[in-house]
């Protein structure tokens, strides 16, 4: 199981970001969470079998049709995800 902790940079709210990195992760089976900040960026926590995570990253990096992905930060965590579910948070 791979936990990651990704910061996206770019036109990435208000473009249905948050929904479309869900859609992915209930595809690809990834647990975790996704939220807005206010600064403008995406905030995803993230954990799956590591060609999920590999797979879910690469759509993170696409953006849905409408966004611009400029950056994607990523941290590996060595904390085991609590979630058992996807969540948009607000």
Known sequence: MIHQHLVVHGKVQGVGFRAYTARQAA???IRGWV???PEGTV???AAGSAEAMEAFVR???KGP?????DL???RSLDVPLTD????IRR
């Open 27 to 29: 595809n690809l089976n």
């Open 35 to 37: 939220r807005n900040h």
């Open 43 to 45: 905030e995803i926590n």
């Open 59 to 61: 759509a993170v990096k």
């Open 65 to 69: 049709p409408g966004s611009r992905v």
């Open 72 to 74: 994607v930060e990523i």
């Open 84 to 87: 058992q579910t996807f969540t």
